[in-house]
Structure formats: C-alpha cells, structure tokens
Antibody, heavy 121, light 110 residues
C-alpha cells in the first residue's frame, strides 16, 4: 500500500525558510492519475491546504492564495519524493504540516505522519 | 476564514445517529466533489467519504455522505465511542483555484 514518510526540522527561526520532504513508497510521484499535497493544521487556522504538484505529461503546481508568494512544492523523481519550501516564515506559520496523496475528486486517501514545526521569533 | 462552514460540535448517545453539515457556495461544493475526513487528536486525518457519497474500502457503511446544491452532509449511524473525533469536509474551489477544508466538527458520544 502507499505510504508517506515526512522528514525535516521541527524548529525554524523567523524570516528563514521552512523545508520539509515527503518520501513516497508504493506509488510514484510522477503518477499520471494522482496529486501530491501539502496541508497544515494549527488551532487558529484549522486545516489549511497549502499546495500540490502533479504530473500530466508535464508538471503542474497549484498554491493557496494565503502562501502563494512564499511557497514552492517540488517533485524529486530521482528519490520519489516531494518537498515543501516556505520562505520568510513568521510565528503564524507554526503548525503541524502534512503531506497527502490524492486528488480532491477522489479524496486524499494517504497521509504522512505529520511534522510539528515551530517558528521561533 | 474557511469558505466551508460546519457546526462546531454535535453529540448523541451510543447507537444513535448524527449528521454534520458542510455549507459552501457555487464555486466549491456547488460544482465539485466533496470528501470527508475523520481526525482523532494527535493523528493525521483519515479519508471517510470521497466523490460526495463513496466510501474507501475498509470504511464501514455506518458512514455516509450526500450533497445537495451548495451543501454536503456526513451521516454517522450506530454511533460508537470510537467515533469521537473531529470531522472535516473538503473540496476544490474553482474561484480560488485551491483546495479548501471546512471549519471542522467535534463529535461527542454521550
């Protein structure tokens, strides 16, 4: 079955870049029928979809308006994983970050374990 | 802040039924498929329903989804103590070109 394993630092200083990776097993980041998402959760913002990457003969990305100027989601086909970079973080970016696989139409059926990221001022 | 509105909490006795509403608009629920997620505190969300009313394999028939216009509903029958969790709806918003989640509903089994 498909499994997602997240990795990355749990503490980031304000104004720096938050970087996380999500290793995929049991499926391909280049799948022509799926999508790979980043989602975060905090008490103040609830569940918040951040962005996704997917492959349909070429790579596509979609990003939430709230983070569009600061976010990059990239696939790494050599390692079969995806990454999240969020620039210029503030304490408001403190949250549990999840990667998840699936299209909204089909539901996100597989999730990573979550990474708690704290932004220190 | 979320474009999808859910009641903060619902509750019922064991064996009873609860329904959770998810209210949106024509740019999201009105023309896109809705999915529902269950989240036990401290764990990742789990997909319960996709494409408005379909259940992934392994999800019991006690969980059901429906959609009408710009609203969707999750129903849970035969309520069990293990159903105590937070529940979220989600869909794509064509105006935002982004995914959106509901505000979340806490289910309490009395």
């Amino acid at each position: 079955q498909v499994q997602l394993q997240q990795s990355g630092p749990g503490l980031v200083k304000a104004s720096q870049t938050l970087s996380l990776t999500c290793a995929i097993s049991g499926d391909s980041v280049s799948s022509n029928s799926g999508a790979w998402n980043w989602i975060r959760q905090s008490p103040s913002r609830g569940l918040e979809w951040l962005g996704r990457t997917y492959y349909r003969s070429k790579w596509y990305n979609d990003y939430a308006v709230s983070v569009k100027s600061r976010i990059t989601v990239n696939p790494d086909t050599s390692k079969n994983q995806l990454s999240l970079q969020l620039n210029s973080v503030t304490p408001e970016d403190t949250a549990v970050y999840y990667c998840a696989g699936g299209l909204w139409r089909d539901g996100m059926g597989v999730w990573g374990q979550g990474t708690t990221v704290t932004v220190s001022s | 802040q979320s474009v999808l509105t859910q009641p903060p909490s619902v509750s019922a006795a064991p064996g009873q039924k609860v329904t959770i509403s998810c209210s949106g608009s024509s740019s999201n629920i009105g023309n896109k498929e809705v999915s529902w997620y269950q989240q036990v505190p401290g764990t990742a969300p789990k997909l319960l329903v996709y494409d408005n009313d379909k259940r992934p394999s392994g999800i019991p028939g006690r969980f059901s989804g429906s959609k009408s216009g710009t609203s969707a509903t999750l129903g849970i029958t035969g309520l069990q103590t293990g159903d105590e969790a937070d529940y979220y709806c989600g869909t794509w918003d064509t105006s935002l070109s982004a995914g959106v989640f509901g505000t979340g509903t806490k289910v309490t089994v009395l």
